[in-house]
């Protein structure tokens, strides 16, 4: 390898803290000219904090940056933008209201005795428009345009200022499969130029098809590099979502499973954009089991959550807790047999950052106790305490807004709060993402005590380790459906892999 | 209520006393003979006082209504359309019922609720239907409100041959002064009373509590199990009728009947003096006090100092400006602080903002 020239741009041991969290943990990386470098990994494991590091926007805490074998240092986008590195962010950064010409060239434009040359603009944006053979007008105005060109306008914007490194972070995300065919003869005409690009994305078939290498990451680290020809979708899919290398429970209890406490039957949902999310679904849980759900990102899990929760509308089938029917009956009807839900943003859904422990304690159950006027402020005040010591939380104080603790520990109040007593089912999803191992724990150790007293748990999870560590049988979600169901012991990372890629089992 | 919260609503108040003074000294008068008969004409004496009172009583019960719509994320601006509809139910009812005072003065205030109620309803329902924003809903249907107002007292509604105005009300439906030779009435204390009871149904009831969890995040309150809609609609509600107690407080304690121009803009400065007080039912009370004792003390530094009254809506201006900027600022008492989504929208927020 020694003859290879130095790589277009080349990371060592980059480090990105935020709090207690190390969101990039010492990655290596680097791209090399007439390259296709993908970065997959599950949401949370790093990628986009990376590629602000790379463009500029955040800075790292250790590590170099070498730019054609030469140290460099971004303060800001501006620096890399010199240093020869665009980058097209996942949501498009574009002026509605202004032409592709003006989005294009904005900040850049020509200017003729001091006003904007609006020709040489457009002239300039027909050419680059050819050059990659797009379609696109120069005059029309961005609000017009369809998802596909709005993409293309955002890759003119940075293809204008010729830069030798091109980051694409998730493109193919809202693209329909025609769209992206384009975007991958862009991709591999700027190939064949000889720059380098760096695609990132959590969808494994875009990575075969277009990738010459694959970087994955996983919890901030990189945990695999792989030629993309030397590897296939199954052993990625295994890789992004890990190996079981937390220690084995020891305390798994065995309690025989008993009576059925969700049944969902033919469940059919669409997602926001009317579209079938999940389709003739059906899983059955019982008294005292844990079920994972395993699968890749976007495969339905969240759509079923809120169907199952009382959130989402199932255009057929039918949801049941226990013997009673709930497919229509609201979320509060929902808790009040018992159900409960983990939410998987504890930030936005589970919590309410700018409330207090006590009040935090008592939200969704707000309308369970016997007075109907009143707020049951001593029964969140009970709760929060007996969460604060059970989960041995410091610093606890009533009063403070959930908003000053640390992640782990809103986490710990958020799972304190749904598994309780009065919980009959619980759907956790990604309990213990981004937490760290003692809270892990304490969790798991929540969970348990839950199922021993007879619970049933829904564990959503793109973390194999997670489901792992709980699950007593697994299922497997692919493209709105249940792919499979496998026992913990048959649960290799082949058959997950396999199951997770879309193939039938 | 912290102490933090209490300096907040004051920090405010020292700066725009110091940008007074510069407006005072641009106007070419003495800014301490000015501020002195602010202050004398305001808080001067007993009657001063209790002038100043009744200046905020309206104020007051406005300012609540905006504070509650905006401790659920809605921008009420139109607390000064509900208001005017609450006086003009008020006024009417006052003129029509014949009844004991003890029957007749809640009837009056509860007519005025009633009209302030749906008015608000109007646009919340609006905004809960077919997703209007209430900020502009609310600043059209003002226009409604005055305008229609000033076609009923001129035509169905006129009850005085000498200007477009309703029928005095009956004298049972009249508050009498507390304080000899002012305006002041029992409607400044109910204001009080009114204000003490928001305070105690937003922190310690459900319907309270489910308006302030869908004013922090709407995804919360529907994980909560929050019937969105059904909030939004009961806010807007509340909202106008504390509005509209305001228009009736004014027609049974100062006009005794309704005519449209009856509002110097108090649904307007009241949402200056709910921002002020960071939504607070309780600061809130602190804060209309202190725009009605501007209003008040207005009249005497223009005629002992020589400083034009209308230099006071310079100064209210200020204040809106100062708030604005403020923490407590517009963005905060709806949204909370700006996150920062480009450099955390792959990370869990909370570990990258500890």
């Known amino acids: 390898m020694s003859s290879d020239p130095a790589p277009l741009l080349r990371c060592r041991q980059i480090t990105k803290r935020f709090g207690a969290l190390v969101a990039n943990d010492a990655i290596d990386f680097d791209v090399r000219a007439g390259e296709v470098h993908a970065i997959v990994g599950e949401n949370g494991a790093g990628k986009s904090t990376f590629m602000n590091v790379l463009y500029g926007v955040l800075q790292s805490d250790a590590g170099v940056i070498e730019r054609d074998g030469l140290p460099i240092r971004f303060a800001n986008c501006a620096e890399a933008i010199r240093a020869g590195i665009g980058m097209v962010f996942q949501h498009y950064l574009l002026v509605e209201r202004f032409s592709v010409a003006e989005n294009v060239m904005l900040n850049r434009e020509r200017t003729r005795s001091g006003f904007v040359d609006r020709e040489a603009d457009e002239g300039i944006v027909a050419d680059i428009a050819a050059r990659y053979r797009f379609n696109l007008d120069p005059r029309a105005a961005v609000e017009t345009l369809g998802v596909g060109a709005r993409q293309q306008v955002e890759l003119l914007k940075v293809l204008e200022r010729e830069p030798q490194i091109v980051i694409l972070d998730e493109p193919t995300a809202s693209l329909s499969p025609f769209e992206i065919d384009g975007l991958f003869d862009v991709v591999r005409r700027l190939r064949s130029q000889g720059r380098g690009v760096i695609f990132i994305t959590h969808k494994l078939k875009e990575v075969m098809a277009i990738a010459d290498r694959v970087t994955v990451l996983r919890r901030g680290k990189v945990v695999g590099r792989v030629q993309t020809h030397a590897t296939n979708e199954s052993e990625l899919a295994a890789m992004m979502v890990g190996r079981a290398h937390v220690a084995a429970d020891d305390s798994r209890p065995q309690t025989p499973a008993r009576n059925v406490v969700l049944r969902a039957t033919g469940v059919t949902v669409k997602s926001d954009s009317g579209r079938s999310a999940i389709s003739e679904l059906s899983l059955v849980l019982r008294s005292g089991e844990v079920v994972g759900v395993a699968g890749v990102e976007g495969n339905g899990q969240t759509e079923l959550v809120e169907a199952l929760y009382g959130l989402r509308p199932c255009d057929a089938g039918s949801i049941a807790l226990s013997d009673a029917d709930v497919t229509s009956a609201p979320t509060t009807e929902r808790r009040r047999r018992g159900l409960r839900y983990i939410a998987a943003d504890r930030q936005r859904e589970g919590l309410v950052l700018d409330f207090d422990a006590v009040e935090n304690m008592l939200l969704g159950d707000q309308r369970l106790g016997t007075n109907a006027v009143a707020l049951n402020l001593a029964q969140g005040q009970r709760r929060a305490d007996e969460v604060a010591s059970v989960f041995d939380i410091a610093r606890y104080d009533r009063k403070a807004a959930m908003r000053t603790y640390s992640g782990g520990t809103q986490q710990k109040f958020l799972v304190g709060r749904e598994a309780n007593d009065e919980t009959r089912v619980v759907i956790a999803f990604a309990p213990t993402r981004g937490v760290d191992i003692g809270a892990a724990q304490a969790i798991y150790r929540r969970l348990r005590d839950l199922q021993t007293r007879g619970a049933g748990i829904l564990l959503f999870s793109y973390d194999l380790d997670e489901i792992r560590a709980l699950a007593d049988r697994i299922l497997v979600m692919s493209g709105g459906r249940i792919a499979g169901e496998l026992s913990l012991e048959a649960a290799d990372d082949t058959t997950l892999g396999r199951l997770m890629g879309g193939s039938a089992a | ?354």
Request: aromatic share 8%; glycine share 12%; charged share 10%.
């Open chain 2, 1 to 354: 209520m912290k102490a933090g919260r209490v300096l907040a609503a004051v920090g405010p108040l020292v700066g725009v006393l110091v940008a007074s003074v510069l407006v005072i000294l641009v106007a070419k008068a003495n800014p301490m003979a000015a501020l002195g008969a602010l202050v004398q004409g305001s808080f001067g004496s007993v009657q001063s006082v209790a002038e100043t009172f009744a200046q905020s009583t309206v104020l007051l019960f406005a300012a609540l209504g905006v504070a509650v719509a905006f401790r659920a994320g809605l921008f009420n601006i139109g607390a000064e359309g509900q208001l005017v509809v609450g006086a003009l139910c008020a006024a009417v009812a006052g003129a029509a019922l014949h009844l004991p005072k003890a029957l007749e003065v809640p009837i009056c205030f509860a007519a005025g609720a009633l009209g302030g109620a749906v008015f608000g309803l109007l646009a919340g329902w609006l905004k809960a239907r077919f997703g209007a924003s209430e900020v502009i809903t609310t600043i059209m249907l003002n226009y409604v409100a005055y305008l229609g107002a000033n076609y009923l007292v001129a035509g169905p509604l006129r009850g005085s041959v000498s200007a477009p105005e309703t029928a005095q009300i009956v004298p049972a439906a009249m508050l009498h002064p507390i304080v000899p030779l002012t305006r002041l009435t029992a409607a400044f204390p109910f204001a009080i009373v009114v204000a003490a009871c928001v305070w105690w149904w937003l922190g310690r009831t459900i319907a309270g509590y489910e308006l302030r969890i869908l004013g922090r995040s709407e995804r919360a309150a529907r994980y909560a199990g929050i019937h969105v809609p059904a909030v939004i609609m009961r806010t807007m509600a509340l909202s106008g009728a504390l509005a509209g107690l305001g228009g009736a407080s004014d027609v049974l304690g100062m006009l005794h009947r309704f005519n449209a121009e009856l509002s110097p803009g108090y649904g307007f400065t009241a949402i200056a003096a709910a921002l002020l007080a960071g939504s607070n039912p309780l600061l809130a009370i602190i804060t209309s006090v202190f725009f009605g004792a501007l209003q008040n003390g207005a009249l005497s530094m223009q005629a002992i100092a020589g400083v034009p009254k209308d230099l006071i809506s310079v100064i209210v201006g200020l204040v809106i400006v100062y708030v604005a900027i403020n923490r407590f600022g517009m963005r905060a008492a709806l949204h909370g602080p700006p996150s920062d989504d480009l450099v955390t929208r792959d990370e869990p927020l909370a570990e990258a903002t500890t």
